[in-house]
């Protein structure tokens, strides 16, 4: 019996200590068009800010799929993501994507929720800032 007990909570304390690793994968970005105009695909013309490092991510799609309902409602009605006026959680992906017969490796960034309001100097990489 206590070796049941022992081995039970090794397991809840495993994936108790795997949870912040989990969370760490996500990070808060604010997404927006840069202003930049391509003229062949793929298209550097939306970039993403990640708050946690400062580093600029330049042709970046999103993937609001995995938004909440009333966030996806707030999302749809206005361009909010396009002119970088919230900051959104999620994380960074690498998806294969085949443009004009070529295969590209492209980033994504899946956004899971709306975090808050972008402040304008998160804003800057943006181009209507």
Partial sequence: MFALRLAFLGVAAASI???PA??????????????????KAPCPSNSALDLATGQI??????D??????ADKAITD??????????????SIEHRTQTITGKG????????????????DSE?????SH
């Fill in 17 to 19: 200590c795997a949870l």
């Fill in 22 to 39: 989990f969370a760490a994968a996500e990070s808060s970005y604010v997404y927006c068009d840069n202003g930049l105009r391509c003229f």
């Fill in 57 to 62: 991510a330049k042709g970046v799609s999103i």
């Fill in 64 to 69: 609001a799929s995995r938004l909440p309902q």
């Fill in 77 to 90: 009605q206005s361009d909010v993501l396009y002119a970088g006026k919230i900051v959104v959680r999620g």
């Fill in 104 to 119: 590209y490796n492209l980033p994504w960034l899946v956004a899971t929720r709306i975090v808050r309001t972008a402040k």
């Fill in 123 to 127: 804003r800057k990489h943006c181009s």
